[in-house]
């Protein structure tokens, strides 16, 4: 397994600012990964992030509204600029293991006023 | 392209029940199925996974076996426990990229 951590764990904001979560490995991983999950739904990815080269995000997501930062192997932080109410979910980073498992860390919840 | 689909929710059953959520899959390829678990305020464990064709994942009293015949990765506990209580994603992960999909989840409340 893999233990991840986020900050902030939650956070409540007002319209038009930004929020900066970070996200840290215990140990180098390749890929990290950026999910959303709105209130009562299902995880959606947001983007890829690979050290050293610019994330990959997907549709529906765009660099400017989430920047996402992959300094090094065991560290990424994304980004949530400009934010409305719309904003307000649940973010998770997610890192790769052995065997093509997925893990997750503990989330990060939002809420935009 | 891949997709979940998982039974709807909420599910309530009483202690000691037989519990089912179903989840069937639309892939190319093999891809390996897993379930998560999400508890109240929580973010996503791995519950169990299976990598390939007749593969059983098992945790806690959870099982699930992967049926390729029927693209079918149904979740069972025998005895369910309040502890059980949660939110249970079902997600597929295919074979040659990292692209992982959920269900919609499913909502388990286990009463007393």
């Known amino acids: 397994s893999a233990v991840i951590s986020q900050k902030p764990s939650r956070d409540i904001c007002q319209r038009g600012t930004s929020l900066t979560i970070q996200c840290q490995v215990d140990s180098q991983v390749t890929m990290m990964f950026w999910y959303r999950q709105q209130p009562g739904q299902s995880l959606t990815l947001i983007a890829t992030a690979n050290q050293g080269s610019e994330a990959t995000y997907e549709s529906g997501f765009v660099i400017d509204k989430f920047p996402i930062s992959r300094p090094n192997l065991t560290f990424s932080t994304l980004t949530v600029s400009n934010m409305s109410p719309e904003d307000s979910s649940i973010y998770l980073c997610?890192?790769?293991?052995?065997?093509?498992?997925?893990?997750f860390g503990p989330g990060t919840r939002l809420t935009v006023l | 392209g891949n997709s979940v689909t998982q039974m709807e929710g909420p599910v309530t059953l009483s202690e000691e029940a037989f519990l089912t959520i179903n989840c069937t899959y639309t892939?190319?390829?093999?891809?390996?199925l897993f379930w998560y678990v999400q508890y109240p305020g929580e973010g996503l464990q791995l519950l169990l996974k299976?990598?390939?064709?007749?593969d059983k994942g098992s945790n806690k009293g959870f099982e699930a076996t992967y049926r390729k015949e029927t693209t079918s990765f149904h979740l069972e506990k025998g005895s369910v426990q309040v502890s059980d209580s949660a939110v249970y994603f079902c997600?597929?992960?295919?074979?040659?990229?990292?692209?992982?999909?959920f269900g919609a989840g499913t909502r388990l409340t286990v009463k007393p």
């Open positions: 997600a597929l992960k295919g074979r040659n990229n990292n692209d992982m999909r």
């Open positions: 892939a190319t390829g093999y891809p390996s």
């Open positions: 299976a990598t390939k064709a007749d």
């Open positions: 997610s890192v790769d293991r052995a065997a093509d498992t997925q893990y």
